[in-house]
């Protein structure tokens, strides 16, 4: 990898060798030889192409996709940015090389540019839609397994913001923990006893137990299941002393009405785990 897209990728907050895994990962499931390029193309035959969005939307990804074309010594160059909007028929990245190179390279690099940019698609229209409120949409550790870090970089890339990237980073106190703890209280206290400024989040089901998160110290509650009514009274229990995070059965259509209730976070699994593909597609020139 040149230090060029390796300091992209760095400055966007992925780790170079880790995407760099993961694409030869990619790569190597295709095989060694593609049987349908190989015996129409001699080796000295070149091409020339765009990937062109074929929809609105977020793109996130383009120095990901750009590790592909690297790696099978396909010239590229990005014509946009991560997190940027674009319309049908933008260009995305272009690139030119040996035809086998280039049609090796096509399908992976779209796999991931169309995950990503589909991830920061759907966030950024959460985002819109509770548009003038102060509530965010928030990721959670619903992933795809060795995709957690550029599925959350996605979510960023569309507005949103990352929760924990795994179960070390934070804790978050949830109903089988309390069940199997007893309490609210014991679960927490035994959590501060070993990691005294760990940030501890807790799941609460009712306002009583918000109250009870409260009482112990909790930084971050997350209202679980509960009603636009039940949200707002706890938003005014809470009056700023923690951060609230609603969660589950969210939907779009019910984004703003849950965001002007005036929590600060929505969290929504949908956004990795379900997000629909951007249409995007490589035309040769």
């Not at 694409?23 to 070149?46: Q, W, Y």
């Not at 957690?148 to 569309?158: E, F, I, P, S, T």
């Not at 089988?176 to 807790?202: C, D, F, M």
Request: proline letters at 3%.
């Amino acid at each position: 990898m040149t230090p060029e897209l390796s300091q992209k990728l760095s400055d966007a907050g992925l780790d170079p060798q880790a995407v760099d895994n993961l694409v030869r990962t990619a790569l190597a499931e295709d095989g060694e030889v593609d049987v349908t390029s190989m015996p129409i193309f001699a080796p000295e035959v070149t091409a020339a192409g765009d990937l062109k969005a074929r929809e609105e939307g977020v793109v996130a990804g383009v120095p990901v996709a750009c590790v592909v074309f690297e790696l099978l010594d396909v010239a590229y160059e990005a014509k946009v940015e991560d997190g940027d909007r674009v319309g049908p028929g933008r260009v995305l990245i272009s690139v030119s090389g040996p035809t086998r190179a280039v049609l090796r390279a096509e399908r992976t690099a779209l796999n991931l540019l169309t995950h990503l940019s589909g991830i920061a698609t759907a966030t950024r229209k959460w985002m819109d839609a509770m548009s003038g409120t102060k509530a965010k949409v928030r990721d959670t550790r619903k992933t795809l397994p060795g995709l957690r870090a550029l599925q959350k970089y996605a979510v960023a890339c569309g507005g949103g913001v990352n929760h924990r990237m795994g179960l070390y980073d934070a804790a978050l106190i949830k109903d089988n923990h309390v069940a199997a703890a007893g309490s609210v209280t014991k679960a927490y206290e035994s959590i501060r006893a070993v990691y005294p400024s760990l940030h501890i989040q807790v799941e609460c089901d009712t306002l009583a137990q918000v109250e009870e998160a409260l009482s112990v110290g909790a930084q971050s509650i997350l209202l679980d299941n509960m009603s636009d009514a039940e949200m707002a009274e706890a938003v005014r229990l809470v009056a700023g002393r923690a951060e609230l995070e609603a969660s589950g059965g969210l939907t779009l259509d019910r984004a703003r009405d849950v965001a002007v209730t005036g929590v600060d976070y929505l969290a929504v699994g949908a956004l990795t785990h379900s997000a629909r593909v951007f249409d995007i597609g490589l035309d040769f020139t």
